[in-house]
C-alpha cells in the first residue's frame, strides 16, 4: 500500500490553479507562409453540446483570426439536425455525400481541412490541429472575391500553385451567413433565439466542387468566375461570405481555402 | 516496430510448426471464425440510409496455441467494410492482435497483445466486444508474479489498441493481491474469506495544445496522469461483503471537458446465498472517473479502466429499448437483486417449483454547481442527489406449467432520462409485461412463443424535435420453432401505436451442426443503443440482410 502511496506521489503530475493557462498562439513564428485552417463542423439546432462546441471555436477565432475559415453545417443524417417545429430548416441536401464519407456522425463533429481526425465534444483540442495545420505549407494559394447584385452572387477566384501536385482538383464555392437567430438546444436549456454563425446556406457548385485544372507545376495559375442565382434563398448579404475551397479529386482533402465577405453591388 | 515483428515471427512459426502436425510439439492449436454480413438498402420511413458498398461484413478468426506452460495467438480480423454502427476507423484488415506467453505456477509473462484487469476494473480493465466495435487491448509487457501462495503481484506496461493503431498514451500499472485464508494456514479450514488488493496505473501523454475555457489561453497539461485502488473481499458463510475505492488525479480529457478535477469511485457489494435463494444490495458514487489513454478521443476506444453496470443486464427486447449507460462523469445509485428458486409440491412453487427474481435499480446524477470550463475544476459537489437518470423495477416469475410447457412471466417499470443521450425532455416512464412461452412438442420440435408491450408517456412530436424511432407505444410478437437440434426459423415483429412510429418485422432461419452455426435474418432495424455491461454503441437504421457465420475447431 505505501508503495502504491509512493507511486502516486512519483508518477502524477499535479498543475496548480493558477499555473494551467498558457497563453495561445506562441507558436506563430512556426506558422507557414499562407497557411490556414479550414474548421468543417457539424451542427445540429436538436444538439445539446453544439453550443459548447460553439464557444470554443469563437475562443479559438480570437486567437487565429482569418486563418481558420470556419463553416458549420447543419447534418441531414443526424436527426438531431432537423429544426424546431416549424423554423426553417438549414440541413442542405448537399452535405449528405460529405456526411456519409465520414460514417455515421455524432454532433458536434468537426474536421480540419477535411482530414480524418474527428474533433467531436467542447472541441478545445481542435487548437492542437489548427496549430500543427498551420505549419504546413498549402499547396495552393487561393483568394476570392463576391459581390452580390440583388438576386445573384459574382465570385470571382485565383489560384495559383504553390508547389508542384499532378493530382486532379476541384473548387467548391460555399455560402456562409453569420448571426442567424433560431431556435437551438443549448445543454438542458432550449434557446429560441440563440445566434448561430458561419452557416452554410448554400453550395455554388456541386457537392464535392467542379473540376479545376490549375496545372502541375509550382507557379500555375487559374482564374474562375461563377455567377450564382440566389433564387429563393434569402440572405443577408452584410452578414455573409464565401469560402472557396480547392481540394484533391480522389481524397477531398482540402489544398487551398479562402473566404471573403459578400460586398453589396448595384443591380 | 522490431518487437511487433518478433512477437509475430515467433507466434506465426510456433502456429505453423503446431498447425502442421500436432504431434510434433505436443501443443494444442484452437480457434474460432466468425463472419457477419449485412446488406441494407435506403428506407425513408425508418431513416436507413443507403449503403453504397451494397455489402459490409465484419469478420474474425482467432488461433491459440497452447503447449504446457507456452502460449501463442493471433487474430486476424477484416472489416470491408464495418457493419453499420461501426466506426468506419475499423476499416481494413489485418494481424489485429498476436502475442505470444508463459505460464508458471510461479510466473506468468505475456508479450504482445494482452487482457488485463485490476480488481473490479475502477482503474484497468482492458477487454473487447465485437458487439460493440470495442478493443482496448494493450500492447506490450505483462508479468504476474506469485511469490507465495495466495499472493500475485501483477505489472504491466504498453499502449492500447487504437483501431489498427496504437493510441499515443502510455500506460503502466501494478497490482497486488492477497488471499488472507490461503496465506494463514489456521484459517484454511475456517468460513472465512477474505482478499485484500491494491493497485495503481498511470499514463504518459506528450503534451499537445488544448484551448483553455479563456479566450487567448491554453492549457498546461499533467503529462502523467495516475489512479489508484484499494479493494477487499470479506465473505463469511453465505455472507459476502466486497467494496473498492478508487481516486484519480488530475486528468483533463475530452471526456470532462478538460476540466482538472480529481476523480474518485466507491463501491460496496453485500450479498447472501444459500441453496435455492440469493440476495444481493450494491451501491456506488462516481465522481469523473473516465480514464483513458488519450486525452482527445471521446467515444468507446482507449478506456483504460471500467465501470461496471450498476443494473441488470436485459434480455427481452422492450426491457433494452431505453439501456441504462454507465455515466463515468458522475452519478450514485443502488442495486438490489434477489433470487428465489421456490421448491415443487409447495403451495407457490406448484409441481415442478418457481424462479422469482426480484430487481431494482436507482441511478441517479450528482448534485453539482458549475464553476467554469476547460482549465478549471469544472464542477463543484454539493454532496445531495442530482437528477434522476435511470430506474427500474423488475419482478420475474418462471414456472413449468407441465413436462412440456415452461411460462416466464416479467413486469418491469423504468424510469429513463433522454438528457444521459443528450436530448434533454421530460423523463420517460415505461411499463413493460413480457410472456415467454416455451413449449416441448415433442422430442424433435419445441416452439417458443414471446409477447410484449410497453407502454411509455413518451411521444412523437416532430414540432418539438422529438422524433426518436423508440418513442411511443410498442407491442411485440414473436414465434420460435426449433427443429431438432439443428434448425431454427423466428418470426417477429414490433410495432409502435398511440403516439409511437414505426413497423419493424424479422425473419431468421439458423442452422447448426456442432460447433458450426449459420444464421440468415431479414428485415427491419430501429435506430437505438445497444448496450453490454453499460458500455453502448448507437445503432443505425437498417433494412436488408444479415448473414452470420460461427465456427470452433
Known sequence: MGLMGIMGMVCCDKIENEERLI???????QWAEGSFAYVEKYTGPLCSNCPMADRTIENLHHTYGDRMIVVSVTSITNSQGNPYGDEPSMQLEASRVWEQRYGALALPTAYINRGDKAYTSSMNDLGGGIEETLTMEPAVKLTVEATC??????????????????DPMTLTLLITEDSLAYTQCDGTNVVSDYVHNHMLRAVVTDSWGKSFGIGTTEGSRKNDHTNYDLGTLTIVPENSHVVALVCDAATHRVLGCAQCDIRVGTK | MRIKQVIVAVAATV???????????????????????????????????????????????????????????????AYQNPLLGFD?????????????GYNSKLLSVTLGHFYEQFGSGLILRTYEDRYLGL??????????????????????????????????????????????????????????????????????????????????YRLKLPLNSGAASVRAELGWGGWSLQGEYARKGQDPTVMNGFTYKEGQVMTATLGYSQRGFSASLQGRRVENMSFKSMRTVAGQQLYINYLPAITRQHTYAFMTIYPYATNDMGEQGLQGDVMWKVKKDTWLGGKY?????????????????????????????????????????????????????????????????PAVEGEPSDLFHNNIVVADVAWKVSKKHSLRFEAEWMGSDSHRDVAAGHTDPRLGDWVMGLVEWNIGSKWFVSVSDQLAYNDGKGNYYNVSVGYTSGATRLQAGYGKQRRGMLCIGGVCREVPASNGLTLSLTTSF
Open chain 1, 23 to 29: 497563453i495561445m498562439g506562441d507558436r506563430q513564428d
Open chain 1, 149 to 166: 447584385n440583388g438576386s445573384t452572387v459574382d465570385i470571382n477566384t485565383s489560384a495559383e500553385l504553390a508547389f508542384d501536385y499532378a
Open chain 2, 15 to 77: 502456429l505453423a510448426v503446431a498447425a502442421n502436425g500436432q504431434g510434433i510439439m505436443g501443443g494444442h492449436v484452437t480457434g474460432n471464425v466468425q463472419m457477419d454480413a449485412q446488406m441494407s438498402r435506403a428506407d425513408s420511413t425508418i431513416g436507413a440510409m443507403d449503403v453504397p458498398e451494397k455489402l459490409l461484413m465484419n469478420a474474425r478468426a482467432d488461433i491459440l496455441y497452447t503447449n504446457g506452460d507456452f502460449s501463442a495467438g493471433l487474430r486476424f480480423e
Open chain 2, 88 to 100: 468506419p476507423q475499423w476499416q481494413g484488415q489485418g494481424l489485429a492482435h498476436y502475442f505470444v
Open chain 2, 135 to 216: 478493443d482496448n487491448a494493450l500492447f506490450g509487457i505483462n508479468v504476474a508474479l506469485r511469490p507465495v501462495e495466495g499472493v500475485t503481484i501483477k505489472a504491466l506496461a504498453g499502449k492500447q489498441r487504437y483501431y489498427w493503431e496504437l493510441g499515443d498514451g502510455l500506460v503502466r500499472g501494478i497490482d497486488a493481491e492477497a488471499n488472507i485464508v490461503q496465506l494463514v494456514p489456521s484459517l484454511r479450514d475456517s468460513k472465512l474469506r477474505a482478499i485484500v488488493g491494491a493497485g495503481f496505473v498511470s499514463k504518459y501523454e506528450d503534451e499537445e495544445i488544448i484551448g483553455s475555457s479563456t479566450p487567448g
Open chain 2, 353 to 417: 417449483g418457481m424462479d422469482i427474481h426480484v430487481n431494482s435499480a436507482i441511478v441517479c446524477g450528482l448534485d453539482t454547481t458549475s464553476i467554469g470550463g476547460a482549465g478549471t475544476d469544472g464542477y463543484r459537489v454539493n454532496g445531495g442527489f442530482g437528477p434522476l437518470l435511470f430506474g427500474e423495477a423488475t419482478v420475474e416469475l418462471a414456472r413449468k406449467l407441465s413436462k412440456e410447457v415452461k411460462l416466464t412471466l416479467v413486469y418491469s417499470y423504468q424510469a429513463f432520462n
